[in-house]
C-alpha cells in the first residue's frame, strides 16, 4: 500500500512538473527552483525506495518472528503432550509399585514365618526377658555366694 502511494506522489510531482513546463511560461519557473525542485525529487524518490526496502525487510522480520513463534507452539504443545503421558505413565507405575510391595511384604513374612526368623519386636522382646533374667540370676548368684560364704565361714571358725 506504502509502495502504492509512493508511486502516486511520483506520478503526480512528475506530472505537474510536465504540466507546468508545458503550459507555464519560462519566467514562472527561475532556474533555482528548477533545481531545487529536480534534487527534491530526485531525494524524495531516493526516500521512498529507501522506505519500500526498510518495509520489506520489517515484513520479512515479521514473518520470520511468526513462523519461530508457530514453530515454538508446535514444540511447546509436543512437550505438554509428552509431560501428560509421562504423568499417566507415573501413576500407573506407583500402583504396579505400591502392589508389588503389598506381595514382596507378604513373601517376607511368609518366608520369616516357614524359616523361624522372629520378628523385630520378637526379638527385643528376648533381648529385655534375657536381662531381666541375667540381673536375676546375678543377684542370685551373690546370695549364693554371701551364703555360702556366710556358712563356711561359720564352719570355719568352730
Given at each position: 500500500?506504502?509502495?502504492?502511494?509512493?508511486?502516486?506522489?511520483?506520478?503526480?510531482?512528475?506530472?505537474?512538473?510536465?504540466?507546468?513546463?508545458?503550459?507555464?511560461?519560462?519566467?514562472?519557473?527561475?532556474?533555482?527552483?528548477?533545481?531545487?525542485?529536480?534534487?527534491?525529487?530526485?531525494?524524495?524518490?531516493?526516500?521512498?525506495?529507501?522506505?519500500?526496502?526498510?518495509?520489506?525487510?520489517?515484513?520479512?522480520?515479521?514473518?520470520?518472528?511468526?513462523?519461530?513463534?508457530?514453530?515454538?507452539?508446535?514444540a511447546l504443545n509436543f512437550a505438554?503432550?509428552?509431560?501428560?503421558?509421562?504423568?499417566?505413565?507415573?501413576?500407573?507405575?506407583?500402583?504396579?509399585?505400591?502392589?508389588?510391595?503389598?506381595?514382596?511384604?507378604?513373601?517376607?513374612?511368609?518366608?520369616?514365618?516357614?524359616?523361624?526368623?522372629?520378628?523385630?519386636?520378637?526379638?527385643?522382646?528376648?533381648?529385655?526377658?534375657?536381662?531381666?533374667?541375667?540381673?536375676v540370676a546375678s543377684v542370685v548368684?551373690?546370695?549364693?555366694?554371701?551364703?555360702?560364704?556366710?556358712?563356711?565361714?561359720?564352719r570355719d571358725l568352730m
Open positions: 500500500m506504502i509502495v502504492a502511494v509512493a508511486i502516486g506522489a511520483m506520478a503526480y510531482f512528475g506530472l505537474a512538473y510536465v504540466v507546468s513546463k508545458l503550459f507555464l511560461p519560462k519566467r514562472m519557473w527561475p532556474d533555482f527552483l528548477k533545481d531545487e525542485f529536480d534534487y527534491s525529487l530526485s531525494e524524495r524518490v531516493r526516500k521512498i525506495d529507501h522506505a519500500r526496502d526498510s518495509l520489506l525487510d520489517a515484513i520479512s522480520a515479521v514473518d520470520d518472528l511468526r513462523r519461530q513463534a508457530d514453530e515454538n507452539q508446535s505438554l503432550a509428552k509431560l501428560r503421558a509421562a504423568e499417566n505413565r507415573k501413576s500407573a507405575l506407583y500402583s504396579d509399585i505400591n502392589s508389588l510391595k503389598t506381595v514382596a511384604s507378604a513373601d517376607v513374612d511368609s518366608f520369616r514365618r516357614i524359616v523361624g526368623i522372629p520378628s523385630r519386636r520378637a526379638i527385643w522382646a528376648e533381648r529385655g526377658m534375657g536381662f531381666v533374667i541375667g540381673v548368684a551373690s546370695y549364693l555366694y554371701e551364703f555360702l560364704r556366710a556358712t563356711i565361714w561359720v
